[in-house]
């Protein structure tokens, strides 16, 4: 299978072992946008791509763009669209109910969603979606065996709209505990960081899904406090409370399990250990590259014929 792989130029986040994940199980052809090209998708498949050459075309682009050019979008054949923001669709922000409303004008493409729920959300809408995880960067984030000198932390963005229920629940778990928030740059530092946490708060509040952190944290052998997403999401990633995750939903019920943690270290290394274990096993990038690349061979849903301006616009390249 011959896939065209449409990724951002310009990330924070270091996904290059996610890229050479999916590049490990196809024939694949991975191409950095810049947001100069991505704000001109026309101009760029005029120039760029003979779209008869690919089984798939993949976009993990920005949102933001996308949604201004749907109506090219739509000429693309055998398109999936790879999504980790989707959430965003089901939470009080810029946008939500627009993930939908763009899909709606795309309806024969396949949406790969990091969220079980949402993915589930988006098929009831009538969606051909699928369900594949955040992950971590194995080869950037370990366990290095070192002592942990910080005991509860975060480690993070709080400041955009869609983390505003994460900042008002670090506020107050503030007040209370001993906690540090902190940020930290890609790679090294942030690793080392991770390293040094023993119980990493992961504050996902009303997100829907496990952001990237509760990963990394985990592979880097932190004792995860994670805000809980529901029964089904945990038993789709295979989250067991006090085995190889530590749930809450309250900041009370975060100080009571903290509480035998702190009273009980074997209990908080084993579960730490629990977590790692499945991590590694199970959410690192080449395993969810893997995964996603699993998700790209189903047949796709037939095209909808174009109407007469779009076929004249595909067939011009304008």
């Not at 969220?115 to 009538?126: A, P, Q, Y």
């Not at 932390?153 to 540090?180: M, Q, T």
Request: charged share 25%; aromatic share 10%; glycine share 6%.
């Amino acid at each position: 299978m011959k896939v065209l792989f449409l990724v951002q130029k310009e990330q924070r986040a270091i996904l290059d072992r996610l890229y050479e994940g999916v590049a490990a199980h196809c024939e694949c052809d991975l191409r950095w946008l810049s947001s100069d090209e991505q704000r001109n998708l026309r101009g760029y498949f005029r120039r760029e791509v003979d779209v008869s050459r690919y089984d798939r075309i993949v976009f993990f682009l920005r949102f933001k763009q996308e949604i201004r050019q749907a109506g090219f979008i739509r000429t693309i054949p055998n398109l999936v669209i790879l999504e980790h923001d989707a959430y965003q669709n089901y939470i009080p922000c810029k946008y939500t109910g627009k993930f939908s409303a763009h899909y709606r004008r795309l309806p024969w493409a396949r949406v790969i969603s990091s969220g079980f729920m949402v993915t589930e959300r988006l098929r009831e809408e009538g969606f051909d979606a699928a369900f594949v995880p955040k992950g971590y960067d194995q080869t950037q984030l370990q366990n290095q065996g070192r002592e942990r000198d910080i005991e509860l932390a975060f480690v993070g963005s709080i400041n955009s709209v869609a983390y505003s229920g994460r900042k008002a629940l670090l506020d107050e778990l503030g007040r209370v505990e001993p906690l540090v928030v902190t940020r930290t740059q890609s790679g090294e530092e942030y690793c080392d960081t991770l390293n040094r946490i023993r119980f990493f708060v992961s504050a996902d509040v009303g997100m829907g899904e496990y952001m990237i952190k509760n990963f990394e944290a985990m592979a880097c052998g932190c004792v995860l406090l994670a805000f809980d997403q529901g029964n089904t999401e945990n038993r789709a990633l295979g989250f067991q409370d006090m085995h190889n995750v530590v749930f809450y939903q309250t900041i009370a019920q975060l100080q009571e399990k903290l509480a035998i943690l702190r009273a009980d270290p074997e209990l908080a290394t084993s579960i730490a250990r629990n977590g790692q274990t499945l991590a590694m096993s199970e959410y690192s990038f080449a395993r969810i590259g893997q995964r996603i690349v699993e998700e790209l061979r189903p047949a796709l849903r037939p095209r909808a014929a174009l109407n007469l301006v779009e076929r004249l616009r595909l067939k011009l390249g304008v």
